[in-house]
């Protein structure tokens, strides 16, 4: 089962300017719960942070890849934000993000959200706002697509 999780995420990290048009599209207000599955360096929930300073929030980043994972600590550390966002090193599929979660960003190969994707219906049903990057989730109807640079897509996920 382990071998799985190497494949699930890309790995370019976003471009900053398509994580703040993801930020843009999820519209985070107070008291929400960010989830960043194979959250990279940590740039998007660290970016986040920045541009939504005074409101209260929690951020969560899994990441698989050790190295990444690392890296994501010492980035939230560097940004002074360890006590809005927690790094795990674990697989996104091992995650239990329903319960809790009121955002998620994704970007993670398309075998990685078919995966997720009852997980991810079960977290819309709740009310969560969901953006995947460069790939959706399979047989859902976005709510809004948003294109960066011509061809590369962000798709935004919520409740009607």
């Keep these: 089962g382990n071998k799985i999780g190497v494949k699930l995420a890309p790995y370019n990290p976003t471009n900053n300017d398509a994580v703040q048009i993801a930020i843009d599209m999820l519209a985070i207000k107070e008291k929400d719960v960010i989830f960043d599955l194979g959250c990279g360096d940590g740039r998007f929930l660290i970016a986040a942070c920045e541009r939504n300073q005074t409101t209260t929030m929690q951020c969560i980043g899994i990441e698989y890849d050790r190295d990444l ?4 600590c010492e980035n939230v550390h560097a940004a002074n934000l360890s006590d809005r966002i927690s790094i795990f090193h674990s697989n996104v599929l091992d995650v239990n993000f329903v319960d809790s979660a009121t955002v ?7 075998e990685g959200i078919l995966l997720l994707k009852e997980k991810l219906l079960a977290s819309l049903e709740k009310g969560a706002r969901i953006v995947t990057y460069v790939f959706s989730i399979p047989d ?14 962000l798709y935004l996920y919520c409740k009607k």
């Design 140 to 153: 859902v109807v976005p709510t809004k697509i948003s294109v960066y640079k011509e061809n590369t897509k």
């Design 104 to 110: 998620l960003f994704i970007y993670l190969v398309p």
């Design 69 to 72: 994972f690392t890296r994501a």
